[in-house]
């Protein structure tokens, strides 16, 4: 399997003033209350018990977070993708100490309408293989065999080259729709 784009990690995309304004804008969103009908938020269980793992919607409810989609994300996505792209879906992911990982998927089968899906994380913290960053698995130009949850065989993801995308605070990372991507727990 080659030929994919794969994914590629952007140094420094944010940073100085516009990082630490980012910084402080998650930790406002962290802060909202949950039940709204407007943002998502969601939490996981952990041994520290239950804790906030993600924020959906947010761009919707928070003007600087509607810039940062619309503005220089949307401008690595359109670049990504060579040509113009729609943002589609916004969330704040957070991974406390204990926070679980994902096993691996592929963000295109979540949008069997689509033909192609280029997704952006950035970074507002450390991201290491001790806090559960991304693993990667490069040139896959194709779907793989899931199983019933659309994660990727246990078979197949054996077979597959996988890499650390370790990021500092401000660095992106690009993913294709067809990459295959995983984390593990917060250690």
Known sequence: MTGSPGPSVVRGLVDGD?????????????AWPVGSHVWGHYAERTEHGDVLCRTEN???????????VEGVLHDVASSAAGGAVADFKDK?????????GFGPHQDLLAYPEVTRVVSVLLAIDECTTASGCLWLAQGVDQLLA??????VRADVAASLRWAPAELAPGDAVVIDGLAPHSSEANR
């Open 92 to 100: 704040l992911n957070y991974k406390h100490p204990g926070g679980a």
């Open 146 to 151: 899931t199983d019933a949850r659309g994660v």
């Open 18 to 30: 516009a990082l630490a304004a980012l910084v402080a804008s998650a930790g406002e969103v962290e």
């Open 58 to 68: 947010v761009s919707a409810c928070h003007p600087p977070f509607a810039r940062l």
